[in-house]
């Protein structure tokens, strides 16, 4: 099989799919109850209010930060705005997971199947598109998470890499509680490999989620 014919036929038509499927959760989808608390949230930040100090907030502190500077667009374009910007965060994790199954799959053109094949699986999806489209914290975090394992993947710079990748798992904790498992099981993985510069990543990843708390 031809991965030159084959891979680009796959990625144009799982970015048609996501398109379509993104387009009609944007406008169709199902309203949910926290977006408005959420985008609220993200204002109030954005007029130079805290969460916790200033209102209450159910979850960790990056969300309405990150959507502060989104604001503007909300303000224009209400929940559609937002719920634009969050679907294109979803894109973003789509992408940053692709590279993520390349690298495991040693690059070449098995990693590029890899990439197209995760690509693929993750965007035509309807129930990913949907909750990575209404304004909540799953794209967000999904961004988060998967730039910190791709980093983790990367085996340049081993404490450059796994201090980012630190910093990328504490900030998707923050952004989402439930995603706090991650960390944990990250540097699990990190001292219990065989790669002779594991207790070197390991620390820099605990320096990088120290950093971001």
């Known amino acids: 099989m031809n991965s030159r014919r084959v891979i680009p036929w796959i990625l144009l038509s799982s970015i048609v799919i996501w398109a379509v499927l993104a387009t009609a959760n944007i406008l169709l989808g199902e309203l949910n109850q926290d977006e408005g608390w959420y985008l609220?949230?993200?204002?109030?930040?954005?007029?130079?209010?805290?969460?916790?100090?200033?209102?209450?907030?159910?979850?960790?502190?990056?969300f309405p930060l990150v959507y502060s500077l989104l604001d503007p667009i909300v303000?224009?374009?209400g929940v559609l705005g937002g719920r634009v910007c969050t679907a294109l965060l979803g894109l973003a994790s789509a992408l940053v997971a692709a590279a993520l199954a390349r690298n495991l799959a040693g690059g070449g053109g098995r990693g590029s199947y890899a990439a197209a094949?995760?690509?693929s699986l993750i965007t035509v999806n309807v129930y990913q598109s949907y909750f990575t489209a209404v304004v909540k914290t799953y794209s967000l975090t999904a961004l988060f998470l998967s730039a910190a394992l791709l980093l983790l993947s990367v085996r340049r710079f081993p404490f450059a890499s796994a201090?980012?990748?630190?910093?990328?798992?504490?900030?998707?904790?923050?952004t989402r509680s439930s995603a706090a498992v991650?960390?944990?099981?990250?540097?699990?993985?990190?001292?219990?490999?065989?790669?002779a510069r594991r207790a070197y990543r390991a620390v820099g990843f605990v320096a990088g989620g120290l950093a971001a708390a």
């Open 40 to 62: 609220y949230a993200a204002r109030l930040t954005a007029e130079g209010h805290l969460p916790f100090r200033d209102y209450a907030f159910t979850q960790g502190p990056v």
């Open 163 to 174: 201090f980012a990748a630190g910093t990328l798992a504490v900030l998707a904790a923050c």
């Open 75 to 77: 303000r224009r374009h």
């Open 117 to 119: 094949l995760a690509f």
């Open 182 to 195: 991650a960390a944990p099981i990250a540097f699990a993985y990190l001292v219990s490999g065989a790669d």
